[in-house]
């Protein structure tokens, strides 16, 4: 960036129903330089392999709803019968100081993000869909992954279909092909967004 220039980092929302393989794309997208991954806090238990404080900050109902009271998440959500929730400090700090954050969360998380009330991050949002292919694949691909039980499976290509109906909400919708197809889109997505006229500040 030139001396005469500066910009405020943007906020990357990325919004895909289950068995969309929006962990594999988040997972490579976290390695892209200056770009900070915000960890949600859930209540959901681990899964196997996943890493408390990488993956989720795996918290107790109590716990959770300690720090919805004391105003901790920019914006938390019911999904799938458990709780998760943005927190509000990592993702302005990293904003405030130009670097770009990755946030993946909800429908209902994008929703309540797009309507917040602070227009410092209104203004930084840049919301992605990846919708996801039909329900047949989708189901596919959740009992491939083996991770949930076939009445979960079933809640959760309930909810998929529920979200694929609101991706006119997003500014962006990324019609997933392959992961390698997806991630190239993602990236000219973020690329484009920062050259945003908008988004500079004059020194
Ligand atoms: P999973 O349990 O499969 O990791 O995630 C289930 C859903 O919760 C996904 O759609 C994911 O994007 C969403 N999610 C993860 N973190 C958050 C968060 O902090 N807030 C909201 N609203 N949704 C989240």
């Not at 220039?5 to 794309?25: D, E, N, Y």
């Not at 999904?79 to 998760?84: G, I, L, Q, S, T």
Request: charged fraction near 30%; include cysteine.
């Amino acid at each position: 960036m030139s001396k005469q220039f500066s910009r405020h980092g943007i906020l990357f929302l990325i919004s895909a129903p289950s068995g969309a393989g929006k962990t594999t794309l988040v997972e490579k997208l976290r390695q892209t330089p200056n770009l900070f991954y915000s960890v949600s806090c859930t209540t959901r238990a681990p899964r196997t392999g996943e890493i408390d404080g990488e993956d989720y900050q795996f918290l107790s109902d109590k716990d959770f709803r300690a720090r919805v009271e004391a105003g901790d998440f920019l914006e938390h959500a019911r999904v799938h019968c458990d709780y998760y929730g943005t927190l509000r400090e990592p993702v302005l700090a990293n904003l405030k100081s130009g670097v770009d954050v990755l946030i993946d969360i909800d429908t209902q998380g994008a929703a309540a993000i797009r309507n917040c009330d602070d227009p410092f991050i209104r203004e930084a949002l840049s919301d992605i869909f990846i919708m996801p292919p039909d329900h047949e694949e989708l189901r596919r691909r959740l009992h491939k992954r083996g991770t949930e039980t076939a009445q979960q499976i079933e809640s959760r290509v309930a909810t998929a279909a529920r979200e694929m109906e609101l991706w006119r909400s997003y500014r962006y919708t990324v019609i997933s092909g392959s992961v390698e197809e997806d991630l190239q889109k993602l990236r000219r997505i973020m690329s484009a967004e920062s050259y945003l006229s908008r988004r500079l500040v004059q020194k």
